[in-house]
């Protein structure tokens, strides 16, 4: 059993607004609060505060007068936000993180229920403090009682519900097909077989008209409610963007999974990657973090293998007939001749066939490969 996220969208009436409006300030106050209260106390005394510590603090600001309104919402999203103030505050300690910042009502928002603060019963999900079920647009069918909600709502106002439930993967039959693609530009991926995935690009199909009602937003007077209305706009552009992105990754992530039993990628750090300004416009709307980290979950989920090989090995410049490896190759250097075997290669399909053989020698030897034991497994994969 493994836990999954079940995602939907819900519109809520005028009460349950009013509530959940409330809970995500407060959720935030205290955040901000005790985030507060945990800085100064680890910069000037010197201390730690744990989740216990920072339970009992809020605990005590509920005490106070001035803070009443606390009071008014359930208190299980305000003992979760701290939970995950506590996560990453750890995360901070060990190095895996930046120190925890302060959260913005400009942002999106978003509360945290447990299953003591939440009723799911008939296919109807009611919330602590509210009368009535949440109006929910099932697309389809939680799998078991789910054992957390998350309700958030976003920038562009549309409200999402998602339930953490418990489900068993469905193992997907045992093929012999194995694949190594290249990520790109261009094309979001190119395979070891040949095949190109066409990019969207949808942050330039949309950029006319995003820019359009920028030009719009800038021209509002701070503060005013037509810049909230402008602002809405905009942000309903970028969700749109957002969600074109999504499905069509998910959909060729579950292509490539489906039809092939090993998988076979680079670990590129996208991080440092998209720090060139001449391309990191591009980099950020090809989302190839989200691209393999999608790949690699729903291969475990179906019993596939995805293979990562390390970020540093030559597939663009390495012929993958003869293994000569070139000293340099130029991005628009698209189609390139060997100088040792004469075998003209495409760059992004020669690339591929590298990460498949690199990624079988992987599998076969470990981590620590040899360019022979990679030579030989690319030559008996064609």
């Keep these: 059993m493994v836990k999954k996220a079940y995602k939907y969208r819900f519109y809520p009436d005028a009460e349950q607004a009013e509530l959940l409006a409330k809970t995500f300030g407060c959720v935030r106050f205290v955040y901000n609060y005790i985030l507060r209260y945990r800085t100064d106390a680890y910069y000037q005394a010197q201390e730690k505060v744990n989740y216990i510590g920072a339970n009992a603090k809020l605990t005590e600001i509920k005490q106070i007068p001035e803070f009443n309104f606390l009071n008014e919402v359930s208190s299980v999203p305000l003992q979760q936000c701290l939970r995950n103030q506590q996560t990453a505050f750890k995360n901070f300690f060990e190095g895996r993180a930046k ?4 959260k913005s009502k400009k942002h999106k928002q978003s509360a945290e229920f447990t299953y003591r603060a939440f009723s799911y019963k008939n296919g109807q999900l009611t919330l602590a403090k509210c009368k009535n079920p949440l109006n929910i647009k099932w697309s389809r069918p939680l799998p078991s009682d789910p054992t957390t909600v998350t309700v958030s709502k976003d920038q562009a106002g549309r409200y999402f519900v998602s339930c953490l439930c418990e489900f068993e993967p469905t193992l ?15 094309d ?4 070891s077989e040949g095949f190109k995935s066409d990019n969207p690009r949808y942050t330039a199909k949309y950029a006319a008209k995003l820019a359009k009602y920028q030009r719009r937003l800038a021209k509002k007077k701070l503060g005013s409610k037509n810049r909230q209305k402008a602002k809405r706009k905009v942000a309903r552009i970028h969700a749109k963007i957002s969600d074109c992105r999504m499905d069509n990754l998910h959909k060729l992530s579950r292509k490539l999974i489906n039809e092939n039993q090993v998988v076979c990628a680079e670990n590129l750090s996208v991080k440092n990657m998209i720090k060139n300004p001449k391309l990191a416009k591009h980099i950020a709307d090809a989302s190839w973090g989200e691209f393999t980290r999608q790949l690699e979950y729903k291969a475990n989920w179906a019993g596939r293998v995805y293979v990562e090989i390390d970020r540093f090995f030559p597939s663009s410049k390495r012929c993958s007939c003869c293994g000569f490896v070139s000293e340099s190759m130029p991005l628009d250097v698209r189609v390139w001749v060997c100088p040792e075997c004469e075998t003209e290669h495409d760059r992004d399909i020669n690339a591929a066939e590298n990460v498949k053989a690199a990624g079988l020698a992987v599998l076969a030897f470990g981590d620590n490969v040899s360019g022979d034991s990679i030579s030989l497994l690319s030559s008996s994969c064609r």
């Design 99 to 102: 120190h925890p910042v302060f």
């Design 172 to 186: 997907l039959p045992v093929n012999d097909k194995k694949v190594g693609i290249d990520v790109g530009i261009k």
């Design 188 to 191: 979001l991926f190119v395979t």
